[in-house]
């Protein structure tokens, strides 16, 4: 580090610097059913260092990514880069100085202890045992990542923050039915914790929505009430925090104003939304002590009570709107409704349950969205039918005019404790009023 | 065999490794090597901003170990010799100490081959300043502005790169240099509060030639735009449709072409497995994977195992005749070996992709399709979709969809659109295929689920066939 530092000191076009040195070691285990497929280790270090030119009344930025044993070509490299800021312009802005670096919670230490016992016994085993204890679903494959970071982050006005983060992440697949008529379930969990991963409580969880998917049907078409749940939340809330970017604001891109109410057209129906951007959130996947830029973490009310309240921004858009920074946007906290979750049910109509789409990529523009339903209930009069295939369609921008939450706050589907898709503490259910579903 | 279109750095690599290979093989039963560099610059500039940067660097080594009974990796960004060194000296050791039992099976590191490749372009982007690069950004941004008061702002992502990549096992030292470029211009627009994006994406392994936006190309994209503003729902339904290249294409990849890899097969993941040799489509149907097509943005020489790149025929005439395979597949199916074995990057696992995945083309004319259609649709843009390799389900996002009526192509439009339904019944639907093949622009990727990202492409004719839509 010291070495970049002195060479990005000694050269006097650089007018601000950012480094970011990141050292990395992936453990990665492959199974397919019960047998090791692939057991890999990859070990990395980098450094990002981010150079900003001021050459009139602008000024120009650049990215370059050394490895270790690159540091032989650092000035050449940096004069490279030199040359590259000078060719773009924006209007000038400042970097973080020193400050405050709040101690947030992003490393399991449980993961510096034996890692193929980690992998093999706490992960695998688990696993596989968790699956025995299931009827009629067996286990495809699976693959567990264990990866651990060391960062730090310096600036050239001072700033220095040091940090460690873990991810677990693994990737599971579930069969279950008869052959030729078998349906799969394809999980996901994510975690900083090894803790935070229930195991037994995700394969229970999936394993009956596997055998739950023998005998789905495709929902009816038409207009009527549906209620997200579970990973289908995952993007939801994508458009609004597309819209709500300072980034958004400064291009003029934006549907939403601040100081203005985020329903665009009609009156709102449902409840008022409220979204918190949480740097805090202990082990969640968006809590680091700093940003990018080196902007502390904090807890920034975007949108309170329907009320778009202030832009989150990045240290650029920040200066450029004239507001202060809160950083990137980190986990997101949507505090629950009043509506007890199986309320959300009572309808004289069916209401439809996504509790996982195929996919679900909204339009963050626009916020329309089409996926396809992947693991759904229908609920009609007290009766539930599992549904699967068939879509939903509507726009997220507008769905929450007539939205609502669930009391029951996300202990998560995968069985997270903090954090429902590690980014999300959240109502475990919303219900739209204004979406349409295609099926039979 | 050495190149000098290669770094210096990787023909060093290319003068040691083979020893360090023959090293490893004298502990497990096969070792193989894969180095990879991939280097380039990237601009990204909008209406409000610019940036220009390299292109994150991915350069690394991965050796892949077979002991027998299953593999090990291990890989690294430092590619110091003697650092590897070191570790292979680890790698012997540790597997000198362990249980190398008797293969569970074979694997055949293919004939003796000493090969370099170098990918075709018209205009090297390292001979093209970058002074001019920026600027011609700035133009077309100015262009899309002036023809069209309700864009707000334009951005364009600009990448190119050279890949470079080498193989190594017992039998084989293969080199490629390719040449990348893409670039994604979207355009934002506004009106009486609502906003709406529309883009085109241009790439492939290709040079700066891609880099040329005609004043048709920026009309239609504007038009386009302005059609969303208007879109409407559809009624969900089973409608008559025909496909564009592009839609045909993610048809091809998302609907039909995860479910052929043969990864997913070992994993019992992939219904394919029990309809090879049988009917699964029209018989107007075949389709291929051909990762040798130059200029198309899933082209390679050879994969990330040492297999030369050829065509794979997968439908023949509605028949599924192959699957893809990677070198893991093949050798516990039995299967014949096909170029896919590939992977994201020296960080993560092989798995069996695939490269350039076309319906081909048949005899008809597109405005006999359009005009022999009373009420249906032109499914004319999609950006999206996602496998089901198991339960054959089809998800493709259509982000605009024309009316067709009366055998003509109207102004209504429809966005957006999801295609659900099972896939044999809509490749079984698909009553006649359109005489020209297209492919999809721009420089795609692809994931195993929402992971381990290739580079692709994917098209085909136009095609009609019936679908469920909402």
Not at chain 1, 48 to 63: E, F, N, P, Q
Not at chain 1, 379 to 406: D, I, M, Q, W
């Amino acid at each position: 580090m010291r070495r970049i530092i002195e060479a990005l000191h000694r050269h006097k076009a650089i007018d601000q610097w950012r480094l970011l040195n990141q050292t990395s070691t992936s453990y990665q285990l492959y199974v397919i059913g019960s047998m090791v497929d692939c057991i890999r280790k990859v070990i990395t270090n980098r450094y990002y260092i981010t150079l900003y030119c001021r050459h009139g009344s602008g000024m120009g930025h650049t990215h370059l990514t050394l490895l270790e044993h690159e540091l032989d070509s650092l000035d050449v490299r940096l004069e490279s880069a030199i040359f590259v800021a000078g060719r773009v312009s924006n209007p000038y802005y400042e970097l973080p100085g020193p400050g405050y670096s709040p101690a947030v919670e992003t490393f399991d230490p449980s993961l510096l202890g034996d890692i193929e016992d980690i992998l093999f016994v706490k992960l695998a085993d688990r696993l596989i045992d968790a699956v025995e204890r299931e009827p009629y679903v067996r286990l495809s494959s699976s693959e567990y990542f264990l990866d651990i970071q060391d960062l730090r982050l310096l600036n050239s006005r001072g700033l220095n923050a040091e940090w460690k983060q873990s991810e677990i992440f693994f990737d599971g697949v579930l069969l279950s039915g008869g052959p030729g008529e078998e349906k799969e379930i394809h999980f996901e969990p994510r975690a900083r914790r090894l803790q935070d991963l229930d195991l037994e409580v995700i394969i229970r969880n999936q394993a009956q929505f596997a055998r739950d998917a023998r005998h789905a049907v495709l929902p009816p078409s038409g207009k009527y009430p549906v209620v997200l749940s579970g990973e289908a939340l995952t993007h939801v809330f994508s458009p609004i925090v597309h819209h709500t970017s300072g980034d958004c604001q400064y291009r003029r891109t934006s549907r939403l104003k601040p100081g203005q109410p985020i329903y665009l057209s009609d009156e709102p129906l449902g409840d008022p939304l409220t979204m918190i951007s949480n740097g805090f959130m202990p082990f969640g996947l968006r809590t680091s002590p700093v940003d990018h830029d080196g902007i502390p973490a904090g807890r920034h009310e975007i949108i309170r009570e329907g009320i778009f309240m202030k832009p989150w921004c990045m240290k650029q858009s920040a200066d450029y709107l004239g507001v202060e920074p809160t950083g990137e946007i980190a986990n997101l906290e949507i505090p629950v409704g009043n509506h007890a979750g199986m309320t959300l049910y009572d309808d004289d109509q069916s209401v439809l349950q996504v509790h996982e789409f195929s996919a679900l990529m909204p339009d963050v523009v626009s916020g329309g969205f089409a996926a396809e339903i992947k693991v759904g209930y229908l609920h009609r009069k007290g009766e539930v039918t599992p549904v699967r295939g068939g879509a939903v369609s509507g726009n997220l921008l507008e769905g929450f005019n007539h939205a609502y939450f669930s009391t029951e706050g996300r202990k998560g589907q995968y069985g997270l404790s903090l954090t429902s898709f590690g980014t999300y503490s959240g109502p475990e259910s919303i219900r739209f009023d204004t979406f349409q579903v295609s099926g039979s | 065999m050495s190149n000098s279109s290669m770094p210096s750095e990787l023909q060093t690599i290319r003068v040691f490794l083979p020893e360090m290979i023959h090293r490893l093989e004298s502990v497990v039963p096969y070792a193989s090597a894969l180095v990879t560099q991939e280097s380039g610059t990237s601009l990204r500039l909008d209406s409000h901003r610019e940036l220009v940067a390299e292109r994150q660097p991915r350069r690394g080594i991965v050796f892949t170990l077979f002991n027998g009974r299953f593999f090990q990796e291990w890989a690294t960004d430092n590619l110091d010799q003697r650092y590897l060194d070191q570790k292979i000296i680890e790698m012997c050791r540790m597997f000198q100490s362990s249980d190398v039992t008797e293969p569970r099976f074979f694997i055949n590191p293919g004939e003796i081959m000493d090969r370099h490749y170098t990918s075709c372009y018209e205009i090297d982007p390292d001979d093209v300043k970058l002074t001019d690069m920026v600027e011609e950004c700035r133009h077309l941004i100015k262009r899309l502005h002036e023809l069209d008061n309700r864009v707000v702002n334009t951005s364009i992502n600009y990448h190119d790169s050279k890949e470079y990549k080498m193989f190594f096992n017992r039998s084989r030292v293969l080199s490629s240099a390719l040449t990348t470029c893409s670039v994604h211009l979207v355009t934002v627009g506004a009106d009486k509060g609502s906003v709406r994006m529309n883009f085109i994406s241009k790439g492939g392994v290709t040079g700066f030639e891609i880099m040329t936006f005609s004043d048709e190309e920026l009309h239609e994209m504007l038009d386009d735009l302005n059609r969303l503003f208007m879109s409407k729902s559809l009624d969900p339904g089973i409608y008559e449709v025909i496909s564009t290249p592009q839609v045909s294409g993610i048809l091809a990849h998302e609907a039909f072409g995860h479910g052929v890899e043969a990864d997913m097969i070992v994993k019992e993941r992939a219904r394919a497995s029990q309809y090879l040799g049988r009917k699964v489509a029209s018989p107007l149907v075949s389709m291929i994977d051909d990762p040798s097509i130059p200029g198309l943005n899933g082209h390679y020489f050879f994969d990330d195992e040492g297999e030369i790149a050829v065509p794979t025929m997968i439908i023949e005439n509605g028949v599924l005749r192959r699957v893809l395979t990677d070198l893991r597949s093949a050798s516990v199916l039995n299967l014949p070996r096909s170029s896919n074995g590939r992977r994201e990057s020296f960080e993560r696992k092989v798995y069996s992709r695939m490269s350039n995945t076309y319906f081909c083309p048949g005899s008809t004319p597109v405005e006999d399709m359009v005009g022999s259609i009373d009420r249906g649709l032109l499914l004319k843009k999609s950006s999206s979709g996602m496998e089901d390799p198991k339960g054959w389900g089809i998800q493709v996002g259509i982000d605009l969809a024309q009316e067709i009526r009366n055998g003509r192509i109207t102004d209504e439009v429809y966005a957006p659109l999801t295609m659900t339904g099972y896939i044999p019944d809509m490749l079984n639907s698909i009553t006649q295929v359109g005489d020209s093949l297209g492919f999809m622009d721009g420089g795609g990727s692809c994931g195993k689920g929402h992971k381990e990202m290739v580079r692709v492409s994917a098209g085909g004719p136009h095609l009609r066939f019936k679908v469920r839509l909402g």
